[in-house]
């Protein structure tokens, strides 16, 4: 069975069309599935809504978390949650299209333990960019990871990832970052114990992000100064 996790903060907007299409694309794969909606203390109807879609369809659960506690916190939470194997993280904007699982899934089967979603690699396909500072803030997040000598990834921060459920398990068991830096410390703890596969992937950019390109990368920055020094 094939578990989809979907961190959603204040989501009420988003969150019923993106169920819609990910309920009717992973029906049509004959493929046994569940969709997990980890609420991270929403004070919109994000959490109303995934209930409305669980009381329709069976494969929908809601995973609250009662306070808001950063992105980090809800992966973690869904995963450990998860029953099945594999286990795929998507943003709840779908900015990477649920289609892409197939190349996710193809590199699982040629023998990674985690494939992520890069939007980086000359393959990749952005068909809508992100604004100018957006997008310069988050190729120099990624260059001061790899400068710091942490990673050799080219991003580490799509929201789309795919993991077997084993490895998936003991990296969440054993990551602590709470906010949006959690993908370099699993990442980290991944390395030298698991293959990972960066794998490029079609990306359309949402404009009603949460993400603030000054505060949060300022607090991811933070974050990952303090993995290298735990490191």
Same mark, same amino acid.
């Given at each position: ?9 204040? !989501? ?7 169920? /819609? #299409? ?6 049509? #794969?004959? =493929? ?7 609420? /991270?203390?929403?004070?919109?109807? %994000? ?37 099945? /194997? ?12 649920? !289609? !892409?699982?197939?190349?996710? =899934? ?23 960019? =992100?604004?100018?500072? #957006? ?20 991003? %580490? ?11 998936? &398990? ?7 970052? /709470? ?18 596969? !960066? ?19 300022? #607090? ?5 100064? &303090?993995?290298?020094?735990? &490191?």
């Amino acid at each position: 069975m094939l578990s989809v996790v979907v961190p959603s903060f204040q !989501e009420e907007r988003r969150l019923g069309p993106t169920l /819609d #299409r990910l309920h009717a694309y992973l029906a049509s #794969r004959g =493929q046994a599935f569940e969709i997990l909606v980890v609420d /991270d203390g929403s004070t919109d109807r %994000t959490g109303d809504v995934a209930q409305g879609a669980a009381t329709r369809w069976s494969e929908v659960r809601l995973l609250p978390l009662g306070r808001n506690r950063g992105k980090g916190a809800a992966v973690r939470a869904g995963v450990l949650d998860a029953k099945g /194997d594999p286990i795929l993280v998507t943003d709840a904007d779908l900015s990477t299209p649920i !289609e !892409e699982l197939e190349k996710l =899934q193809a590199r699982l089967e040629a023998g990674a333990d985690i494939a992520i979603g890069s939007r980086a690699l000359p393959e990749s396909d952005l068909q809508v960019r =992100q604004n100018i500072l #957006r997008e310069t803030m988050g190729k120099t997040f990624n260059r001061i990871v790899r400068g710091l000598g942490m990673l050799g990834f080219r991003d %580490t921060q799509c929201g789309f990832k795919l993991y077997r459920a084993g490895p998936a &398990r003991d990296l969440f068991s054993r990551s602590r970052v /709470d906010g949006f830096a959690f993908d370099v410390e699993t990442l980290l703890l991944a390395d030298g114990l698991y293959r990972v596969d !960066e794998v490029p992937v079609v990306w359309r950019n949402d404009a009603a992000s949460r993400v603030s390109p000054l505060k949060d990368s300022l #607090r991811m920055l933070r974050d990952v100064l &303090r993995l290298k020094l735990r &490191r």
